[in-house]
């Protein structure tokens, strides 16, 4: 089934080591996106592509960063996490068009010791 | 500003109907979205609304006023299931090549036997 994977479900890193998550969907979208919610909070965008325009939001820490090698794949880069990075990261698509739905993959829960 | 009100939370009772509302502010506007997220997981896509009036979708049913900045989400027949959080979602105009949705902190809904 086409679809958007997130590996891996849940990752533990120590205080500033830098970790990495990854996005990868098979339904061809051109939109790939990274949210972060914090529990009974809502989720809150970091950044988007656009095929290959990269697009920050003005409120992201620079210690978040992206890269997009294509269109299926997506990684966010954590340089040096803080214990007030621990969250749920999720990864969404969608395809401009009608609607432009987000669909979501099933996010990476991040703890950070 | 851009602002999403809903209320944080909701029990009903198993068979019954519930409405949950959300207000909103927000500097454009080019649809709403409603998504339904289970403890832990990822947002999955309900309803969109982009013109004023009635969604039917099965069970779930979604309501818009763009002139009252309100719409409603109304869930028939609940089902234990149906126990989640329930999220607002507006499609801000970003004026970019992609429109980015701002999510409201989501209502939890507890259905009760």
């Known amino acids: 089934d086409a679809m958007v994977i997130q590996n891996p479900r849940y990752q533990v890193t120590q205080f500033g080591k830098p970790v990495t998550l990854s996005c990868s969907q098979t339904?061809?979208?051109?939109?790939m996106y990274w949210y972060q919610q914090k529990s009974s909070q809502a989720p809150k965008l970091l950044f988007h592509y656009y095929d290959k325009d990269f697009n920050n939001e003005a409120d992201t820490p620079d210690n978040f960063q992206s890269r997009r090698p294509n269109t299926s794949f997506c990684f966010l880069d954590i340089r040096s996490p803080g214990l007030g990075d621990a969250a749920m990261y999720l990864c969404a698509t969608s395809s401009l068009g009608a609607g432009e739905t987000q669909y979501f993959g099933p996010g990476t829960r991040l703890l950070v010791l | 500003g851009q602002n999403i009100d809903q209320p944080t939370e909701m029990t009903a009772t198993e068979g019954a109907i519930v409405q949950i509302n959300c207000t909103y502010q927000?500097?454009?506007?080019?649809?709403l979205f409603w998504y339904q997220q289970h403890a832990g997981e990822a947002p999955t896509f309900l309803s969109y609304n982009v013109l004023d009036g009635l969604e039917e979708k099965g069970r779930f049913s979604s309501f818009l006023s763009r002139s009252k900045g309100y719409s409603y989400l109304l869930l028939k027949e609940l089902q234990m299931k149906d126990s989640a959080s329930y999220l607002c979602a507006v499609r801000d105009n970003y004026g970019g090549a992609t429109n980015k949705l701002i999510f409201g902190t989501g209502t939890l809904l507890a259905v009760q036997p």
């Open positions: 339904l061809n979208h051109n939109v």
């Open positions: 927000t500097s454009g506007f080019n649809g």
